[in-house]
């Protein structure tokens, strides 16, 4: 299973990657072409949990710029499993999110964190065709070095 995203409906899920052509899925939702989104592969079992984190992000209703701001806050995830979700959860106020965190199961909290993330970065590159955004590596960077001069 891949995850797609559909720019005609902004829906993303998992899909198998036996249906998958050349980089481009078929979205369940609206029928249009949905172009699989770099990241990880997972399993049909982890279906539900894409779906359900799907449907949190898409409820938030990010702007592509706080899309990327969360990317980056979940890209610090080098330290313990969950410390990013613990901040999406605030964010987003999502129950799912800390259903999660409550469970405390290191592989399921790195998964759910590696689906956000490519969540997180398929709004960012899909709502921005037209404006130039910044990378999430370049808003990192902005965070860290701040203005010198
Ligand atoms: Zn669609």
């Known amino acids: 299973m891949v995850p ?6 902004m829906h993303a899920a998992l899909v198998d990657a036996e249906l998958v052509d050349e980089g481009y899925g078929r979205c369940a939702r609206c029928g249009s072409t949905a172009r699989v989104l770099p990241g990880e592969s ?8 894409f779906s359900e984190l799907e449907a949190t992000v898409a409820e938030a209703g990010l702007t592509p710029l706080r899309a990327i701001q969360l990317a980056v806050a979940l890209d610090n995830r080098n330290t313990l499993p969950g410390t990013g979700l613990k901040q999406l959860a605030q ?6 999110i800390l259903e999660l965190i ?7 909290m790195r998964k759910a964190e590696g689906m956000l993330a490519t969540l997180l970065e398929a709004i ?3 709502r921005s065709k037209s404006d130039a955004v910044p990378s999430a590596a370049a808003v990192a960077a902005s965070k860290q070095g701040g203005h010198s001069g």
């Open 102 to 108: 409550v469970m405390n199961e290191p592989l399921a």
């Open 124 to 126: 960012a590159a899909g």
């Open 42 to 49: 997972y399993g049909a079992q982890d279906q539900s949990l």
């Open 4 to 9: 797609t995203h559909c720019d005609a409906c």
């Open 91 to 96: 964010l987003l106020q999502s129950s799912s």
